[in-house]
Protein backbone atom coordinates (compact mmCIF):
# COMPACT_ATOMS: atom_id res chain seq x y z
CA UNK A 1 0.00 0.00 0.00
CA UNK A 2 1.09 3.28 -1.57
CA UNK A 3 2.67 5.89 1.52
CA UNK A 4 1.10 8.88 1.67
CA UNK A 5 2.96 9.95 4.60
CA UNK A 6 5.15 14.27 3.94
CA UNK A 7 7.05 16.34 5.68
CA UNK A 8 6.07 20.13 5.60
CA UNK A 9 7.82 22.95 7.41
CA UNK A 10 9.35 20.23 9.43
CA UNK A 11 6.33 18.70 10.21
CA UNK A 12 5.67 15.11 9.81
CA UNK A 13 1.92 14.32 8.13
CA UNK A 14 0.72 10.80 7.80
CA UNK A 15 -0.56 12.55 4.35
CA UNK A 16 -0.41 15.77 2.47
CA UNK A 17 -4.11 17.24 3.38
CA UNK A 18 -4.09 20.06 5.44
CA UNK A 19 -7.57 21.68 6.10
CA UNK A 20 -6.93 25.65 5.80
CA UNK A 21 -8.60 28.08 8.17
CA UNK A 22 -12.24 28.07 8.35
CA UNK A 23 -15.08 28.30 10.57
CA UNK A 24 -14.09 24.32 9.94
CA UNK A 25 -11.24 24.82 12.81
CA UNK A 26 -12.67 27.53 15.13
CA UNK A 27 -13.25 25.45 18.22
CA UNK A 28 -12.03 21.81 19.53
CA UNK A 29 -15.15 19.81 18.27
CA UNK A 30 -13.94 21.10 14.92
CA UNK A 31 -10.36 20.09 14.75
CA UNK A 32 -11.31 16.31 16.53
CA UNK A 33 -13.75 15.69 13.93
CA UNK A 34 -11.43 16.34 10.85
CA UNK A 35 -8.57 14.54 12.36
CA UNK A 36 -10.64 11.64 13.47
CA UNK A 37 -11.79 11.79 9.58
CA UNK A 38 -8.06 11.67 8.24
CA UNK A 39 -6.09 15.27 8.43
CA UNK A 40 -3.12 15.17 7.84
CA UNK A 41 -3.04 18.46 10.08
CA UNK A 42 -5.62 21.48 10.40
CA UNK A 43 -4.94 25.23 10.48
CA UNK A 44 -6.57 26.96 13.13
CA UNK A 45 -8.90 29.30 12.33
CA UNK A 46 -7.52 32.71 11.91
CA UNK A 47 -7.25 35.38 14.62
CA UNK A 48 -7.29 38.61 12.78
CA UNK A 49 -5.01 41.56 13.99
CA UNK A 50 -7.89 43.91 14.71
CA UNK A 51 -8.88 41.10 17.76
CA UNK A 52 -6.04 41.33 19.72
CA UNK A 53 -6.11 45.63 19.36
CA UNK A 54 -9.37 45.46 20.16
CA UNK A 55 -8.61 43.13 23.23
CA UNK A 56 -5.83 46.07 24.30
CA UNK A 57 -8.28 49.14 23.75
CA UNK A 58 -6.03 50.54 21.12
CA UNK A 59 -8.14 50.13 17.30
CA UNK A 60 -9.30 53.38 17.72
CA UNK A 61 -5.89 54.39 17.36
CA UNK A 62 -5.86 53.15 13.79
CA UNK A 63 -9.22 52.76 12.14
CA UNK A 64 -11.06 56.06 11.66
CA UNK A 65 -14.52 54.45 13.16
CA UNK A 66 -15.82 57.98 12.40
CA UNK A 67 -16.17 57.44 8.67
CA UNK A 68 -17.21 53.54 9.25
CA UNK A 69 -18.92 52.78 12.45
CA UNK A 70 -19.61 49.46 11.11
CA UNK A 71 -16.21 48.90 11.76
CA UNK A 72 -16.14 49.69 15.32
CA UNK A 73 -19.26 47.09 15.80
CA UNK A 74 -17.02 44.30 13.89
CA UNK A 75 -13.98 44.85 15.81
CA UNK A 76 -16.28 44.82 18.79
CA UNK A 77 -18.39 41.55 18.21
CA UNK A 78 -14.99 39.99 17.00
CA UNK A 79 -13.13 40.96 20.59
CA UNK A 80 -16.62 39.66 22.15
CA UNK A 81 -16.21 36.10 20.34
CA UNK A 82 -12.85 34.91 20.85
CA UNK A 83 -10.23 37.15 21.55
CA UNK A 84 -6.37 36.48 21.85
CA UNK A 85 -6.67 34.63 25.55
CA UNK A 86 -9.68 32.47 23.47
CA UNK A 87 -7.65 31.70 21.16
CA UNK A 88 -4.47 30.71 23.40
CA UNK A 89 -6.61 28.36 25.13
CA UNK A 90 -8.40 26.73 21.75
CA UNK A 91 -4.60 25.90 20.74
CA UNK A 92 -3.99 24.78 23.84
CA UNK A 93 -6.92 22.18 24.10
CA UNK A 94 -6.74 21.52 20.53
CA UNK A 95 -3.15 20.73 20.71
CA UNK A 96 -4.00 18.23 23.79
CA UNK A 97 -7.06 16.60 22.09
CA UNK A 98 -5.47 15.40 18.37
CA UNK A 99 -2.53 14.22 17.35
CA UNK A 100 -1.89 16.09 14.14
CA UNK A 101 -0.09 19.44 13.73
CA UNK A 102 -2.39 21.86 14.93
CA UNK A 103 -1.04 25.36 13.29
CA UNK A 104 -2.09 28.66 14.58
CA UNK A 105 -3.44 31.29 12.23
CA UNK A 106 -3.35 35.27 12.47
CA UNK A 107 -4.56 37.24 9.76
CA UNK A 108 -2.75 40.58 10.55
CA UNK A 109 -1.25 43.40 8.12
CA UNK A 110 1.54 44.44 10.52
CA UNK A 111 4.28 42.62 12.88
CA UNK A 112 3.70 45.05 15.70
CA UNK A 113 1.55 42.92 17.89
CA UNK A 114 4.80 39.59 17.69
CA UNK A 115 6.70 40.78 19.96
CA UNK A 116 4.46 39.15 23.07
CA UNK A 117 2.05 37.59 21.17
CA UNK A 118 3.76 35.46 18.82
CA UNK A 119 5.59 33.78 21.67
CA UNK A 120 2.78 33.02 23.51
CA UNK A 121 1.18 30.76 20.68
CA UNK A 122 4.24 29.20 20.47
CA UNK A 123 3.61 28.57 24.62
CA UNK A 124 0.09 27.18 24.36
CA UNK A 125 1.62 24.65 21.99
CA UNK A 126 1.65 25.54 17.97
CA UNK A 127 3.06 23.16 16.30
CA UNK A 128 3.46 26.22 13.50
CA UNK A 129 1.88 29.91 12.67
CA UNK A 130 0.60 30.68 9.31
CA UNK A 131 0.50 34.21 8.38
CA UNK A 132 -2.56 35.39 6.53
CA UNK A 133 -1.35 38.59 5.06
CA UNK A 134 -4.62 40.17 3.43
CA UNK A 135 -3.06 43.48 2.45
CA UNK A 136 -5.64 45.02 -0.43
CA UNK A 137 -3.83 47.45 -2.27
CA UNK A 138 -5.59 50.53 -2.90
CA UNK A 139 -5.36 52.74 -5.94
CA UNK A 140 -2.60 55.21 -5.13
CA UNK A 141 -0.57 52.65 -3.19
CA UNK A 142 2.99 51.99 -4.38
CA UNK A 143 3.82 48.27 -5.22
CA UNK A 144 7.15 48.42 -4.00
CA UNK A 145 6.17 49.67 -0.69
CA UNK A 146 3.40 46.68 -0.32
CA UNK A 147 6.02 44.25 -1.14
CA UNK A 148 8.51 45.50 1.51
CA UNK A 149 5.44 45.67 3.98
CA UNK A 150 5.46 42.02 3.84
CA UNK A 151 8.64 41.13 4.10
CA UNK A 152 9.25 43.42 7.32
CA UNK A 153 6.13 41.53 8.60
CA UNK A 154 7.70 38.40 8.04
CA UNK A 155 11.35 39.42 9.58
CA UNK A 156 9.95 40.85 12.63
CA UNK A 157 7.56 37.55 13.72
CA UNK A 158 10.34 35.30 12.55
CA UNK A 159 12.80 36.63 14.87
CA UNK A 160 9.51 36.74 17.98
CA UNK A 161 9.26 33.00 17.57
CA UNK A 162 10.89 30.17 16.55
CA UNK A 163 7.53 27.98 15.15
CA UNK A 164 7.88 27.15 11.81
CA UNK A 165 6.01 29.66 10.04
CA UNK A 166 4.26 29.68 7.09
CA UNK A 167 3.10 32.70 4.60
CA UNK A 168 -0.11 32.60 2.97
CA UNK A 169 -0.24 35.27 -0.02
CA UNK A 170 -2.48 35.91 -2.88
CA UNK A 171 -1.77 36.00 -6.74
CA UNK A 172 -2.11 39.81 -6.89
CA UNK A 173 1.84 40.38 -7.28
CA UNK A 174 3.89 41.95 -10.05
CA UNK A 175 6.36 39.36 -9.50
CA UNK A 176 4.50 36.59 -7.72
CA UNK A 177 7.62 34.48 -7.67
CA UNK A 178 10.25 37.51 -6.13
CA UNK A 179 8.03 37.95 -3.58
CA UNK A 180 7.63 34.51 -2.75
CA UNK A 181 11.64 34.40 -2.58
CA UNK A 182 12.06 37.79 -0.88
CA UNK A 183 9.68 36.11 2.06
CA UNK A 184 11.54 32.55 2.19
CA UNK A 185 14.75 34.81 2.53
CA UNK A 186 12.95 36.85 5.22
CA UNK A 187 12.28 33.29 7.11
CA UNK A 188 9.31 31.87 5.91
CA UNK A 189 9.55 28.05 5.98
CA UNK A 190 6.61 27.61 3.61
CA UNK A 191 4.61 29.85 1.04
CA UNK A 192 1.10 28.68 1.02
CA UNK A 193 -0.34 29.58 -2.96
CA UNK A 194 -2.74 31.50 -2.49
CA UNK A 195 -5.46 33.13 0.08
CA UNK A 196 -8.68 33.29 -1.91
CA UNK A 197 -9.69 37.37 -0.91
CA UNK A 198 -13.61 38.83 -0.18
CA UNK A 199 -15.25 38.21 -3.40
CA UNK A 200 -17.51 41.66 -4.48
CA UNK A 201 -20.90 41.03 -5.89
CA UNK A 202 -23.33 44.21 -6.69
CA UNK A 203 -27.45 43.17 -5.51
CA UNK A 204 -28.95 44.65 -8.18
CA UNK A 205 -32.38 44.59 -6.99
CA UNK A 206 -31.06 46.51 -3.77
CA UNK A 207 -28.48 48.63 -5.51
CA UNK A 208 -25.96 48.00 -3.00
CA UNK A 209 -22.19 46.11 -2.37
CA UNK A 210 -22.94 42.05 -1.31
CA UNK A 211 -20.50 39.24 -0.72
CA UNK A 212 -19.96 37.55 -3.58
CA UNK A 213 -19.21 33.64 -4.06
CA UNK A 214 -17.59 32.74 -0.94
CA UNK A 215 -16.11 28.88 -1.88
CA UNK A 216 -13.95 27.93 -4.59
CA UNK A 217 -14.54 25.22 -7.28
CA UNK A 218 -12.08 23.40 -9.16
CA UNK A 219 -11.51 25.36 -11.71
CA UNK A 220 -9.88 28.05 -9.49
CA UNK A 221 -6.96 25.17 -9.34
CA UNK A 222 -5.08 26.40 -12.84
CA UNK A 223 -3.72 29.87 -11.16
CA UNK A 224 -2.05 28.23 -8.07
CA UNK A 225 -1.22 25.07 -9.95
CA UNK A 226 0.40 27.33 -12.61
CA UNK A 227 2.39 28.74 -9.43
CA UNK A 228 3.06 25.98 -7.63
CA UNK A 229 4.98 24.53 -10.75
CA UNK A 230 6.80 27.53 -11.15
CA UNK A 231 8.19 27.99 -7.62
CA UNK A 232 8.94 24.25 -6.95
CA UNK A 233 12.81 23.61 -5.75
CA UNK A 234 13.29 27.71 -6.71
CA UNK A 235 12.88 28.95 -3.79
CA UNK A 236 13.90 27.70 -0.57
CA UNK A 237 11.37 26.57 1.54
CA UNK A 238 7.96 24.33 1.36
CA UNK A 239 5.11 25.20 -0.85
CA UNK A 240 1.49 24.60 -0.10
CA UNK A 241 -1.06 24.81 -2.48
CA UNK A 242 -4.59 26.21 -1.73
CA UNK A 243 -7.88 27.20 -3.54
CA UNK A 244 -9.56 24.71 -6.10
CA UNK A 245 -8.58 21.42 -4.57
CA UNK A 246 -11.65 19.58 -3.93
CA UNK A 247 -10.40 15.77 -5.08
CA UNK A 248 -7.72 13.27 -4.74
CA UNK A 249 -6.71 13.99 -8.30
CA UNK A 250 -6.71 17.88 -7.63
CA UNK A 251 -3.88 16.81 -5.08
CA UNK A 252 -1.55 14.68 -7.32
CA UNK A 253 -1.78 17.16 -9.79
CA UNK A 254 -0.70 19.82 -7.34
CA UNK A 255 1.95 17.30 -5.66
CA UNK A 256 2.87 16.47 -9.36
CA UNK A 257 3.59 20.17 -10.05
CA UNK A 258 5.57 20.32 -6.57
CA UNK A 259 3.29 21.16 -3.65
CA UNK A 260 4.40 19.66 -0.30
CA UNK A 261 0.90 19.59 0.87
CA UNK A 262 -2.13 21.16 -0.45
CA UNK A 263 -5.36 22.99 1.66
CA UNK A 264 -8.37 21.60 1.63
CA UNK A 265 -12.00 23.71 2.61
CA UNK A 266 -14.46 24.14 0.15
CA UNK A 267 -14.61 20.53 -0.64
CA UNK A 268 -14.97 19.37 2.93
CA UNK A 269 -18.11 21.93 3.61
CA UNK A 270 -19.42 20.55 0.79
CA UNK A 271 -19.12 17.03 1.12
CA UNK A 272 -18.05 16.75 5.15
CA UNK A 273 -15.25 15.83 6.96
CA UNK A 274 -15.23 12.05 5.24
CA UNK A 275 -14.38 14.08 2.03
CA UNK A 276 -10.77 14.05 3.28
CA UNK A 277 -10.55 10.33 3.28
CA UNK A 278 -11.65 9.94 0.06
CA UNK A 279 -9.18 12.48 -1.35
CA UNK A 280 -6.30 10.30 0.98
CA UNK A 281 -7.56 7.24 -0.94
CA UNK A 282 -7.22 8.72 -4.27
CA UNK A 283 -4.43 9.54 -3.86
CA UNK A 284 -3.36 6.54 -2.28
CA UNK A 285 -4.80 4.37 -5.79
CA UNK A 286 -3.48 7.15 -7.96
CA UNK A 287 0.49 5.84 -6.14
CA UNK A 288 -0.32 1.95 -6.61
CA UNK A 289 -0.95 2.45 -10.50
CA UNK A 290 1.94 4.41 -11.05
CA UNK A 291 4.03 2.39 -8.99
CA UNK A 292 5.01 5.05 -6.56
CA UNK A 293 5.84 3.79 -3.35
CA UNK A 294 6.13 7.51 -1.79
CA UNK A 295 4.98 10.88 -2.36
CA UNK A 296 8.97 12.20 -2.35
CA UNK A 297 8.72 9.33 -5.73
CA UNK A 298 6.94 11.67 -7.65
CA UNK A 299 6.60 15.17 -6.03
CA UNK A 300 7.25 17.79 -8.69
CA UNK A 301 7.81 15.65 -11.37
CA UNK A 302 6.45 18.11 -13.55
CA UNK A 303 7.50 21.19 -11.97
CA UNK A 304 9.32 23.38 -14.65
CA UNK A 305 12.59 22.86 -12.97
CA UNK A 306 12.60 18.94 -14.28
CA UNK A 307 10.95 20.04 -17.09
CA UNK A 308 12.76 19.11 -20.85
CA UNK A 309 10.71 21.82 -21.73
CA UNK A 310 10.10 24.49 -19.61
CA UNK A 311 8.81 27.10 -21.58
CA UNK A 312 5.68 24.78 -21.79
CA UNK A 313 5.01 26.47 -18.53
CA UNK A 314 5.31 30.46 -19.97
CA UNK A 315 4.13 32.50 -22.63
CA UNK A 316 5.06 30.10 -25.59
CA UNK A 317 1.57 28.01 -23.95
CA UNK A 318 -0.29 30.93 -24.78
CA UNK A 319 0.72 31.71 -27.85
CA UNK A 320 0.08 27.62 -28.58
CA UNK A 321 -3.54 28.07 -27.31
CA UNK A 322 -4.12 31.39 -29.55
CA UNK A 323 -2.84 29.26 -32.85
CA UNK A 324 -3.93 25.85 -32.14
CA UNK A 325 -0.22 24.54 -32.86
CA UNK A 326 1.64 21.91 -30.75
Known sequence: MANTAVTYMGLQLANPIIVSSSSLTQDVDGVVKLADAGAGAVVLKSLFEEQIEYDTGQAADDVDFGSHPEAADYITE??????????????KEARDSVDIPVIASVNCTSPRWW???????????????????AIMPQVDD???????????????????????????????????????????????????????????????ARAQISPGVQFSA????AIPLRWVSLLANAIDCDIAASTGVHTGDDAVKMLLAGANAVQVCTTVYRNGP??????????????????????????????QSQSKAPERYERLQYIKALTGRS
Open 274 to 303: EQIARIVAEISHWMDAHDHAEIDGFRGALS
Open 78 to 91: MGKHLGPAGYLDLI
Open 142 to 204: DPRDLERRYVRIVRDVRAETDLPLAVKIGPVFTNTGQMASALADAGADAIVLFNRFYQLDIDT
Open 218 to 221: SEEI
Open 115 to 133: LTYGRQIEQAGADGLELNI
